[in-house]
């Protein structure tokens, strides 16, 4: 395995982290889940992402009670705050009353005195910038948080409250959590290079595409019963990927991942990882077989021929807009 700095932070993390998003606490049972997690730590990966909304804090308890079987000071905690925890409308936002008690809240589902990198979900239109990152800073202060980053911030977002940061010398900001795979691209714009000036490494969810850069949909054919297309819970985030045009592509991309001795799966994380700006990349498991695939992409090199290669192929799909 290898690691990154977060951002322009001295904080290490593997380029490979493994998240809870859609499974732990929810679809996957707690015992694997944990089984999934042991995996990770052993082959390396030390960057662990979760959210107080992943099925309401059961996530975090999962991840906490995976966890205490190592040294605190041996693994990188990250969750989240912003969607709602409750009925009441102060329940949810990034409001201080709302950073502040879902900072306690999550430090007691996970079982830990500190949390490594605390993210705002999303950006919250109804409170000051300011107001949250004073909050943030504060929380850094207590020794509750180490470091604060954000998730699926527009460039214009990033950068305002990057200003505020140096306006009143609050800690920075150290990342950016957004959706980023061979089919969603939309950051490369303008999110990474704004990042890329803040100092702010991006940490991106979703790199196979909810499993579509596994190769496992073939176009014209049945989704495979055992497929997360195929789970009624949850196949609304991927069925937007499910295109002749787009399956078609995926063929390609597995036979040239096939010619370079990779896993499909690996060459798209290996793709994700060319970017100097990426600090890591989140992958999603229900088995720990899973894991031990994709964590061979860290490391890999792709040469100029092979990514423009990549680049043709990708050129005859559309690109995505992802709605999260």
Request: hydrophobic share 40%; net charge negative; proline share 4%.
């Amino acid at each position: 395995m290898k690691y990154r700095r977060l951002g322009n932070s001295g904080l290490k993390v593997s380029e490979i982290a493994l998240g809870s998003w859609l499974t732990y606490g929810e679809t996957v049972e707690q015992e694997n889940a944990i089984n999934c997690i042991h995996q990770a730590y052993e082959l390396g990966i030390n960057f662990f992402d979760t959210a107080n909304a992943y099925n309401r804090g059961e996530a975090e308890k999962v991840v906490g009670k995976a966890l205490k079987d190592y040294e605190r000071s041996s693994y990188v905690l990250a969750t989240k705050l912003y969607f709602p925890m409750g009925d009441e409308p102060n329940q949810r936002g990034l409001s201080r009353k709302a950073v502040i008690e879902q900072c306690d809240a999550s430090l007691k589902r996970l079982g830990v005195e500190y949390i490594d990198l605390y993210q705002c979900h999303r950006f919250d239109t109804e409170t000051p910038v300011e107001e949250t990152l004073r909050a943030l800073d504060d929380l850094v202060s207590q020794g509750k948080i180490l470091y604060y980053g954000v998730s699926e911030w527009s460039a214009q977002q990033i950068q305002q409250a990057a200003d505020i940061v140096k306006q009143y010398r609050l800690h920075p900001i150290v990342s950016n959590q957004p959706i980023y795979n061979m089919l969603v691209r939309y950051i490369e714009k303008e999110v990474l290079p704004v990042s890329v000036k803040e100092g702010i490494g991006q940490v991106v969810f979703s790199p196979l595409a909810q499993g579509i850069l596994t190769g496992k949909y073939k176009p014209g054919k049945q989704l495979p019963n055992d497929s997360r297309a195929a789970n009624n819970q949850i196949n609304r985030w991927i069925q937007s990927y499910l295109r002749d045009d787009v399956l078609s592509c995926i063929q390609r991309l597995e036979n040239l991942s096939s010619e370079l001795g990779l896993q499909l799966s690996q060459l798209a994380i290996a793709w994700i990882l060319r970017q100097p700006g990426v600090s890591s990349a989140i992958i999603g498991a229900s088995r720990p077989s899973q894991i031990a695939e994709n964590v061979k992409a860290s490391g890999v090199v792709l040469t100029e021929d092979v990514l423009t290669e990549i680049e043709s192929i990708l050129n005859e799909v559309d690109r995505f807009v992802p709605i999260w």
